[in-house]
């Protein structure tokens, strides 16, 4: 079993950056994929970032190319999201995953392990 944490979230102004931390505990990481995603109110938990069991290959939604940047350190069996230039549009519920493979999927019904969310605010 894998328990994941995430840390990081806040308030924050538009424009500005906030970075998240999934730190995993259980067992190591260092072999599955990894995740972010979020949920704003009243609407599906959805695909933000995604990355490959050794950091190298990534995947981003459209919405956050550019802005987001997804990471993990397997040395410390953590995972991470820099979120820089913020909109209101981004404030969400973040959660992690994370997956008992190597490889990259948008598909939330393919990732096994979860955290219980950061809230991240952004006001404009």
């Known amino acids: 079993q894998v328990q994941l944490v995430e840390s990081g979230g806040g308030l924050v102004q538009a424009g500005g950056s906030l970075r998240l931390s999934c730190a995993a505990s259980?067992?190591?990481?260092?072999?599955?994929?990894m995740g972010w995603f979020r949920q704003a109110p009243g609407k599906e938990r959805n695909f933000i970032a995604a990355?490959?069991?050794?950091?190298?290959?990534?995947s981003y939604a459209d919405s956050v190319k550019g802005r987001f940047t997804i990471s993990r350190d397997n040395t410390k069996n953590t995972m991470y999201l820099q979120m820089n230039s913020l909109k209101p549009e981004d404030t969400a519920v973040y959660y992690c995953?994370?997956?008992?493979?190597?490889?990259?999927?948008?598909?939330?019904?393919?990732?096994?392990?979860w955290g219980q969310g950061t809230q991240v605010t952004v006001s404009s």
């Open positions: 990355i490959t069991w050794n950091g190298g290959s990534t």
């Open positions: 995953a994370s997956r008992r493979s190597p490889w990259i999927t948008w598909a939330r019904g393919e990732y096994d392990y």
């Open positions: 259980g067992r190591s990481i260092s072999n599955y994929a």
